[in-house]
């Protein structure tokens, strides 16, 4: 059974730092692309940011870009997101997923084959 479990979500203030991480099981994803998505109350779930399987070419929502990074363990099979300069805006469930079947189509959920539960990210004023 395929499982991607996030972790390191929490309550911050702005200005502050989170590190976010995934970590799958029951197969690799050293071939695909990994990436994060969030959801904020009463809105629709957005991309954040992908990245490709050899960790050669990261991509990033423009709300995020400068602020975010995410980088990859293959040896761990885990994606990691690491969110500075954090804003009362960026609250929201944030989601690891994996297996990119369109490499143009990361910013589209369809598009990815496997989903964490989400954490929650909060980030108070």
């Known amino acids: 059974q395929v499982q991607l479990v996030e972790s390191g979500g929490g309550l911050v203030q702005a200005g502050g730092s989170l590190r976010l991480s995934c970590a799958a099981s029951?197969?690799?994803?050293?071939?695909?692309?990994m990436g994060w998505f969030r959801q904020a109350p009463g809105k629709e779930r957005e991309f954040v940011a992908a990245i490709s399987s050899s960790a050669g070419r990261t991509y990033y929502a423009e709300t995020v870009k400068g602020r975010f990074t995410i980088s990859r363990d293959n040896a761990k099979n885990t994606v990691y997101l690491q969110m500075n300069s954090l804003k009362p805006e960026d609250t929201a469930v944030y989601y690891c997923?994996?297996?990119?079947?369109?490499?143009?189509?990361?910013?589209?959920?369809?598009?990815?084959?496997?989903w964490g539960q989400g954490t929650q990210v909060t980030v108070s004023s």
């Open positions: 997923n994996a297996r990119l079947s369109s490499s143009s189509g990361y910013t589209k959920e369809i598009f990815w084959g496997y």
């Open positions: 029951g197969r690799t994803f050293n071939r695909d692309h």
